[in-house]
């Protein structure tokens, strides 16, 4: 489980703002939302997770 260590992270998104499964997705009225491509294939994890993510097993940061 991680909690970001020292990564330069958005504090109102959490761990998704670094991780390499989650993706921001755009509504038509401007809002943004988190998708987690985790939840594709592992029912544990939430499609749009609530934010902020402060904990995820699942998490992995982005390749730099």
Do not use: I, N
Request: proline share 11%; glycine share 8%; hydrophobic share 30%.
């Amino acid at each position: 489980m991680s909690d970001g260590g020292d990564l330069d992270l958005d504090p109102r998104v959490g761990l998704c703002s670094a991780c390499r499964f989650a993706r921001a997705q755009r509504s038509a009225k401007g809002s943004v939302f988190w998708r987690c491509s985790r939840a594709l294939s592992d029912p544990h994890y939430l499609a749009y997770p609530p934010l902020p993510v402060r904990t995820c097993q699942g998490y992995e940061p982005r390749p730099a």
